[in-house]
Nanobody, 120 residues
Framework: QVQLVESGGGLVQAGGSLRLSCVAS????????MGWYRQAPGKQREVVAA???????NYADSVQGRFTISRDNAKNTEYLQMNSLKPEDTAAYYC??????????????WGQGTQVTVSS
């Protein structure tokens, strides 16, 4: 069993910053891609950023230049640094990880979500 636990969400004024963390624990052999998604009320979940095990990153156009995804492989942890936040960034943010349980079994796990609210 693998658990992903997010932290770092909260209420911030427009233009402010927040840093989200996501720690993976449990039966982990290794972790492949990791990512952050978000879902606003009434909208579909959308990808925000992703990072490979080697550190290559991709971002949604809406957050490019404002958000930075990173990871610490030794700690099975990923981060999302969010700067210049806008009210439209308000959403529940979810982390996910593509986990190798062993050399043969691979599963994708999700965190429970953390709320980010940006006031204007």
């Amino acid at each position: 069993q693998v658990q992903l636990v997010e932290s770092g969400g909260g209420l911030v004024q427009a233009g402010g910053s927040l840093r989200l963390s996501c720690v993976a624990s449990g039966s982990i052999f290794s972790i492949n891609d990791m990512g952050w998604y978000r879902q606003a009320p009434g909208k579909q979940r959308e990808v925000v950023a992703a990072i490979t095990s080697g550190g290559s990153t991709n971002y949604a156009d809406s957050v490019q230049g404002r958000f930075t995804i990173s990871r610490d492989n030794a700690k099975n942890t990923e981060y999302l640094q969010m700067n210049s936040l806008k009210p439209e960034d308000t959403a529940a943010y979810y982390c996910n990880a593509d986990v190798n349980i062993n050399r043969r079994v691979q599963c994708v796990y999700w965190g429970q979500g953390t709320q980010v609210t940006v006031s204007s």
